[in-house]
C-alpha cells in the first residue's frame, strides 16, 4: 500500500515535471533590447577588408575596426607583405601639437584618406573644434572666387546651409610614408564635392547635365563657378539638345522624392545625366524615355509641415498599355551631332547599354566619366521583349543607324542576361545564359557564332571577376559546384576559354566575396558563414593563400552572451528537393521547454531571404528570437536564381501560392526533429514581399500559421510595379487578327483569401511608400473589414518603403503582437520602455533611429 501511494505520488510528480519542463518561455524584452542596432555597432565592427588598388602598383590600402579602435595598413601583394599606414600613437601626438585638440591613438578621427599621385604621401582631414567663419562666396566675384574655393561646393544647391555664419575648423594633412614626415597644409584648399547633377567627360573638361528637359554641357571653369553659386548669371552653358519636353526629356528625373510643390520649384535646375563614354572620349550614348502616356501615381505626407504634401509620379501596373518607350541616341561630341539608333524588335521592349567594369583603381577618384561596354567605333547593349521571353544582345556601330543582333535567347518563361565580356576589342565575346537549364558561359566569336560552351554542369555561373585575355583564362563567381556544401556558398574559379583547366581557387565550406584587381594577379577574400567569424586573406590568382589580412573580432558580441544560429536542411513539399534555412534561437535557450516558432520569410525570386554569410544584419532575425521564440529562415522552390533554371522559375503564373507549401513542410519537418519546436503555435513574419507572403500563408494555412506581422507587403500584385510583377508571375503578349499587340495579365491577390483568415493578423505600411504602394494594405484592410475580421493596422506616417526613422519602433510593435499571441504576454505599459532606456535626453533622438535623409 506505502509502495503505490509512493508510486502514485512519482507519477504525479513525474506528471508534474512534464509539464513543467515543456511550458513555453516568457517573453524576454530584456535580452531583444541587449542586441539592438545601437548595442551591436558597439560590440561588433569589421566583418570584411575593403581594398583600396593603388594604380601604380600591386599595393592596397584598407582600415579596419575592432574593439582596440580602428588601424590603417597598406599591403604590397607583389611583395606578400604588410604594414601599418602609420604608428596611430606618435601621429596623434603629432595632430594634437597643431590642432591643439587632444586625440590619442584609439581615437584618431581621420576622414577622406587618400593617395597623393605619386604614391608615396597619404592625405587625409581632421575636424577640430575650433570655429572659423564661413567664407560668404556668394558674392565674391565667381572668377576669383574659383580660384580660391569654398569648402564643400555646397553653396547654392538645394538644401545647402546659408552662406556665411561660423563651422568647426577641418585641418588638412599630408603624410609622407617614406620618411614618416606629418605635414599640415595650411593653404591647401579642399577639392569640391562633386554636384549631383554634374556627369564628366573622360578628360574631365566638361560636364554634361539636363536642364529644363535637355542636354547641356559647360566647361571646367564655368562648373567651378557653379559650385560656388549654382544661378550665377556670368556661368555659359551650351544646349546639345532643344526638342526635350515633361516626362520625353534627356536625362533628369528629378532629385528624388518630390513634392509636387518642390517639382515645380526645381523644374528649371541642373539634373543628373547618365552618359556612357567611348574610350576616346569622343562619343557618348544616352538612353531617352518616353512616359508622357505612363499613369501617374501619388502618395500624400500627411505629417509635411505646414501642411500635407501631394507627391506625384509616373507608375507603370502590370497589364497596362501605357508603357515606357526607350530611345538610344548616339552623340559626336566633337562634331555637337547625335542620331537615333534604330533598336526596335518588341513592343513596349526594355533596352539597356551595357557598361564597361569599373576599375578597382580607380574607386577614390572623385571626378570619373562611365565608359561603355566595347571599343572606340562599337558598343554593347540588350533588348529585351515586355514578356521576358525573348532577348538579344546587339552591337552598335558607330558609323551605324541601327543595332545589329548577335546572340538571340529565348524561353518559355523568361531571359535573364549579364554583362558580355569582350575578348581583344569584341574579336571574340564571353555571354552568361540560362540555355542549358544553368548559368553558365559561352564563348561566341564577333559575329555570334558558337564557338563552345566554356563551362557546363549542374551549378550555377555567377559573374566574370576578370578576363586574362593574353593567357585566355576566365575568372568568375559561382555557386552550387563543390560537394557536401550549402549550395549558395559562393567561390572564384579560373578556367580556360576552352573549358579546360577549371580551378577553384578559395576552397573551403564557406561563403565567399572575393575583390580580384585589374591585372588579375591578386584578389582580396573574405570567408564566413553564419557560424563562423569572417576571415579576410590575400591570394594570387593561383589561389595560393599569401598572409591572412584580419579576423573580425567577436569578443564584445560574444561577452554580451552571443550565439552562432545553426544552418540546416530539410525537403521541400514534393519530398526531395533540398531546401535550406537558418535556424536562431534566444541565447538562453533552454532545451525543455517548448518554443513557438517564427518564419520570417522573403519569397523571392530575385534571392531567398537566409543568410549564407555572419554580417551585422541581425535586426529581423537573430534579436527577435531573443524573446523568446526559434526564429528561421528557409529558401523555397522558385525563390532564388542560384540554382538551377528550374528551381527559380518554379513559381512562375502562380505569384501568390507558389512558396507556401514548402515554408509549411520545413516547420513541419523541424518538429519532428526537435521537440522544443512547438507546431501548435506558428508565426510567421516578411516585409514587401515578405509581408505579402506572411499575409498569404495566413490565408491559405489558417489552420497551421496563427499569427503573422506582415509590413510593406504588396499583396495585390496587380497594382504592383510592372517589371517585377510581370517578369515573375508573366504576362501574356496577344496579338489580334489585326497584327495589334497587347499584353494580358491575370494574378491571385491576397484579399480574395480574406474570408479565410483565423488566427492574428498584423499589417503596417509607411503611408509615403512610393515603391509598394499603401493601397496594396489599404486594399487588404478593406476586405478584412468586409470579411468581418479582427486584426491591426500600424501606419506609419511620413515613412517610405524601408521605415527609416521608424524602424526601431515598428520591430517593437512586432515583438508586442508575438509576445501577445503566441508567448500569452501582454505588455504592461504604454510606453515602449526598451526604446526610452536609449532615449538621449538633450537630443531627444531615439537610439538605431536613422536621419531623415538615410531613408
Known amino acids: 500500500m506505502i509502495y503505490r501511494r509512493l508510486s502514485g505520488f512519482a507519477l504525479f510528480l513525474s506528471m508534474s515535471f512534464t509539464a513543467f519542463s515543456q511550458s513555453t518561455p516568457t517573453a524576454n524584452y530584456a535580452l531583444a533590447a541587449r542586441f539592438s542596432p545601437t548595442k551591436v555597432n558597439k560590440m561588433l565592427f569589421s566583418t570584411s577588408v575593403d581594398p583600396h588598388w593603388l594604380k601604380l602598383s600591386d599595393r592596397f590600402w584598407y582600415v579596419y575596426e575592432n574593439r582596440d579602435g580602428k588601424n590603417w595598413y597598406i599591403v604590397d601583394a ?16 603629432e595632430i594634437t601639437r597643431i590642432v591643439r585638440d587632444p586625440f590619442d591613438g584609439q581615437h584618431l578621427p581621420i576622414t577622406n584618406l587618400k593617395f597623393t599621385a605619386d604614391e608615396n604621401s597619404i592625405r587625409f582631414e581632421i575636424l577640430s573644434t575650433l570655429d572659423e567663419e564661413k567664407k560668404d562666396t556668394s558674392k565674391t566675384q565667381a572668377g576669383a572666387a574659383a580660384g580660391r574655393g569654398g569648402r564643400g561646393g555646397a553653396a547654392g544647391r538645394p538644401g545647402a546651409p546659408a552662406p556665411g555664419g561660423k563651422s568647426k575648423k577641418t585641418f588638412f594633412f599630408e603624410y609622407n610614408l617614406n620618411t614618416g614626415v606629418l605635414t599640415e597644409m595650411k593653404d591647401y584648399e579642399k577639392p ?57 526629356s534627356y536625362g533628369g528625373g528629378g532629385f528624388g522624392n518630390e513634392t509636387n510643390v518642390d517639382k515645380e520649384k526645381n523644374k528649371d535646375k541642373r539634373k543628373n545625366v547618365g552618359l556612357l563614354w567611348s574610350k576616346d572620349g569622343r562619343y557618348f550614348t544616352l538612353t531617352r524615355t518616353d512616359n508622357r502616356l505612363v499613369k501617374d501615381l501619388w502618395v500624400i505626407n500627411n505629417v509635411a509641415e505646414p501642411r500635407p504634401t501631394l ?32 533598336i526596335a524588335a518588341f513592343k513596349d521592349q526594355e533596352m539597356a547599354v551595357w557598361s564597361a567594369p569599373p576599375l578597382q583603381k580607380e574607386r577614390d577618384d572623385e571626378r570619373r566619366a562611365s565608359f561603355w561596354q566595347g571599343t572606340n567605333d562599337k558598343f554593347y547593349l540588350s533588348r529585351t521583349s515586355r514578356d521576358l521571353k525573348r532577348i ?22 523568361y531571359v535573364e542576361s549579364r554583362r558580355v565580356g569582350l575578348i581583344n576589342g569584341g574579336k571574340e565575346l ?98 564566413s558563414r553564419v557560424n563562423t567569424a569572417p576571415v579576410s586573406v590575400l591570394q594570387d590568382v593561383t589561389g595560393k593563400v599569401m598572409m591572412t589580412l584580419e579576423t573580425t573580432d567577436m569578443s564584445g558580441l560574444f561577452e554580451a552572451g552571443y550565439k552562432f544560429p545553426e544552418p540546416f536542411k530539410v525537403k521541400a513539399a514534393d519530398g526531395y528537393t533540398d531546401l535550406y534555412g537558418v535556424m536562431y534561437k534566444p541565447f538562453d535557450f533552454d532545451s525543455t521547454k517548448k518554443y513557438p516558432i517564427i518564419e520570417y520569410v522573403y519569397p523571392g525570386p530575385q534571392t531567398e531571404a537566409v543568410n549564407k554569410a555572419f554580417g551585422k544584419g541581425m535586426d529581423r532575425i537573430d ?36 512558396g507556401l507549401a514548402d515554408k509549411k513542410a520545413a516547420i513541419e519537418q523541424l518538429s519532428y526533429r526537435y521537440k522544443y519546436i512547438d507546431v501548435e503555435k506558428v508565426g510567421i513574419q516578411g516585409h514587401s514581399g515578405g509581408g505579402f507572403m506572411s499575409t498569404a500563408a ?21 497594382i504592383y510595379n510592372r517589371w517585377w510583377s510581370e517578369k515573375h508571375h508573366g504576362v501574356r503578349e496577344q496579338v489580334s487578327d489585326k497584327g495589334d499587340t497587347s499584353f494580358v495579365y491575370a494574378v491571385e491577390r491576397n484579399p480574395e483569401l480574406a474570408k479565410n483568415l483565423k488566427g492574428h493578423l498584423m499589417l503596417s505600411h509607411g503611408d509615403i511608400d512610393n515603391n509598394v504602394h499603401p493601397a496594396n494594405s489599404i486594399r487588404m484592410v478593406n476586405a478584412l473589414i468586409k470579411a468581418n475580421k479582427r486584426f491591426e493596422l500600424v501606419l506609419l506616417p511620413g515613412q517610405r518603403h524601408g521605415y527609416g526613422t521608424m524602424t526601431e519602433y515598428f520591430f517593437w510593435r512586432q515583438c508586442d503582437f508575438f509576445a501577445q499571441h503566441l508567448l500569452g504576454a501582454v505588455p504592461n505599459s504604454v510606453n515602449i520602455e526598451e526604446m526610452d532606456r536609449e532615449l538621449e535626453l538633450g537630443g531627444e533622438k531615439r537610439a538605431g533611429a536613422a536621419a531623415p535623409d538615410e531613408e
Request: glycine fraction near 6%; aromatic fraction near 14%; proline fraction near 4%.
Open 78 to 93: 607583389a611583395k606578400n607583405s604588410k604594414r601599418q599606414l602609420f604608428d596611430p600613437v606618435k601621429l596623434a601626438a
Open 623 to 658: 534579436r527577435l528570437a531573443q524573446m523568446g521564440f526559434i526564429v528561421i529562415t528557409v529558401g523555397n522552390r522558385g525563390g532564388h536564381p542560384s540554382r538551377s533554371k528550374w528551381y527559380h522559375n518554379f513559381g512562375y503564373g502562380n505569384l501568390r501560392d507558389y
Open 698 to 718: 495566413m490565408l491559405v494555412y489558417p489552420d497551421f500559421f496563427k499569427v503573422a506581422v506582415s509590413s510593406a507587403g504588396n499583396h495585390e500584385n496587380n
Open 311 to 342: 507627391e506625384t509620379y509616373k507608375y507603370q501596373m502590370p497589364g497596362e498599355k501605357e508603357a515606357p518607350q526607350r530611345e538610344l541616341y548616339l552623340f559626336d561630341f566633337q562634331n555637337k551631332t547625335n542620331k537615333k539608333i534604330k
Open 192 to 248: 569640391k564635392t562633386p554636384a549631383t547633377w554634374a556627369s564628366f567627360s573622360p578628360d574631365k573638361k566638361f560636364v554634361f547635365f539636363s536642364r529644363k528637359n535637355n542636354l547641356y554641357y559647360m566647361d571646367s571653369a564655368n562648373y567651378s563657378k557653379a559650385l560656388i553659386k549654382e544661378d550665377d548669371s556670368t556661368i555659359v552653358e551650351f544646349p546639345l539638345t532643344k526638342d526635350g519636353v515633361e516626362d520625353y
Open 392 to 413: 538579344d544582345l546587339c552591337v552598335v556601330d558607330i558609323n551605324s543607324d541601327s543595332a545589329r543582333a548577335i546572340v538571340a535567347e529565348r524561353l518559355n518563361t
Open 430 to 527: 564571353i555571354q552568361w545564359s540560362e540555355a542549358d537549364g544553368w548559368a553558365h558561359f559561352y564563348l561566341y566569336d564577333e559575329n555570334g557564332k558558337l564557338k563552345n560552351q566554356i563551362t557546363s554542369g549542374a551549378f550555377h555561373c555567377e559573374d566574370i571577376e576578370g578576363i586574362d585575355e593574353k593567357n585566355r583564362v576566365l575568372y568568375f563567381t559561382a555557386n552550387g559546384r563543390e560537394p557536401n556544401e550549402d549550395p549558395y556558398y559562393l567561390h572564384l574559379y579560373r578556367v580556360n576559354f576552352d573549358g579546360t583547366g577549371l580551378k577553384l581557387l578559395n576552397p573551403g565550406n564557406f561563403d565567399n566575396t572575393g575583390n580580384v584587381d585589374d591585372n588579375n594577379r591578386y584578389f582580396v577574400n573574405t570567408s
